[in-house]
């Protein structure tokens, strides 16, 4: 079994589980947020959608530097619920293709995160994909629970039941 077989059951188990806490994301409280350090909840809710997008140039690219020296940033916006969702579910779509085209070569090949210029870690694609987007999004999706239970957002099954499942 090729190495993408083995990622792309979780990958789209994580990608579906995501995509129904991000439909539950209250348009009217996009801007609330739990404390004067964190990000808003439309704020998070974005860069959640995003995150799949990394997927992708984790493929296409062999690097990626989150601050480049020369400035710009992409930092995603929230518009509406509906515009989140869609666009969680283009990057899932085209991140999704470039896993299930590559080889084992391509997961082994090197990938590093930089910051302004400097090396933060250099792993195998098939390790930034487990990390960097698959853990890095369950990290976000997590926080984003806190936010919606806070806002009082029934929240759905993650991993099993969540209090707010009718069994």
Same mark, same amino acid.
């Given at each position: #079994? ?12 994580? #990608?579906?589980?995501?995509?129904? #806490? ?5 348009? !009217? $409280? %996009?801007?609330?947020?739990?404390? %004067? ?11 959640? %959608? ?14 990626? +530097? ?16 509906? +515009? ?5 579910? +283009? ?16 997961? #082994? !090949?090197?990938?590093?995160? $930089?910051? %302004? ?7 195998? $694609? ?14 976000? $999706? ?9 806002? +009082? ?15």
């Amino acid at each position: #079994m090729s190495i993408s077989a083995t990622v792309l059951p979780e990958f789209d188990r994580e #990608m579906a589980t995501t995509r129904t #806490m991000l439909e539950r994301v209250p348009e !009217e $409280r %996009a801007t609330w947020t739990p404390h %004067a350090k964190s990000w808003t909840m439309g704020e998070l809710a974005a860069h959640i %959608a995003n995150l799949p997008r990394l997927g992708l140039i984790t493929m296409e690219a062999d690097e990626l +530097d989150v601050s480049p020296p020369n400035g710009g940033s992409n930092s995603p916006r929230f518009d509406s619920t509906a +515009d989140l969702v869609r666009r969680f579910d +283009d990057n899932v779509k085209k991140a999704r293709a470039a896993i299930e085209s590559a080889s084992d070569s391509d997961m #082994m !090949e090197p990938w590093t995160l $930089r910051r %302004a210029g400097k090396t933060i870690w250099t792993l195998p $694609r098939a390790a930034v994909l487990r990390s960097f987007i698959l853990s890095h999004m369950i990290h976000h $999706r997590g926080q984003l629970s806190v936010y919606l239970r806070l806002n +009082d957002v029934p929240l759905p099954p993650v991993y099993g039941p969540s209090a707010d499942t009718k069994v």
